[in-house]
């Protein structure tokens, strides 16, 4: 099987901006070959108050599923643009609480699972340290 380049970046949130302390709690991940884009999340409750007792985690689940549902829509405001296009705007820069990372770019023969790879990588290693 061929191996095809793709692109990902990191989902975090910041939850002081201020501050600038952040946290990963996801991965995009956009494969123009395989006509791939997916975003998985997963918010570590107790890290996220270790920074920020007071975090609103109800609002935060809630703009994590926006970049789930962004990739995945069949309705919505970007449901009518390409993927690249989606991805685009998904990683574009922001000065909110929830951010993407720098995108960087990979080779893979299987996008899904590269994906869980980077999850676990990314944002599961904390854990398994904490272990």
Not at 7 to 28: F, H, K, M, S, T
Not at 92 to 112: E, F, K, M, N, Y
Request: aromatic share 6%; hydrophobic share 40%; net charge negative.
């Amino acid at each position: 099987m061929s191996r095809d380049a793709y692109e990902y970046a990191v989902i975090r949130v910041i939850p002081r901006v201020e501050r600038g302390e952040q946290i990963n709690v996801g991965v995009l991940l956009y494969c123009q070959p395989r006509s791939y884009l997916c975003a998985r999340v997963d918010l570590d409750e107790s890290r996220l108050h270790a920074l920020d007792p007071s975090a609103d985690v109800p609002a935060l689940r809630q703009a994590l599923a926006a970049y789930q549902l962004t990739c995945d829509a069949s309705s919505g405001p970007l449901s009518s643009q390409p993927l690249g296009a989606r991805f685009r705007w998904l990683t574009a820069p922001r000065s909110t609480i929830v951010q993407t990372g720098p995108v960087h770019a990979g080779l893979t023969d299987d996008p899904d699972a590269e994906l869980d790879r980077l999850l676990t990588t990314l944002v599961h290693i904390s854990r398994s340290l904490q272990q």
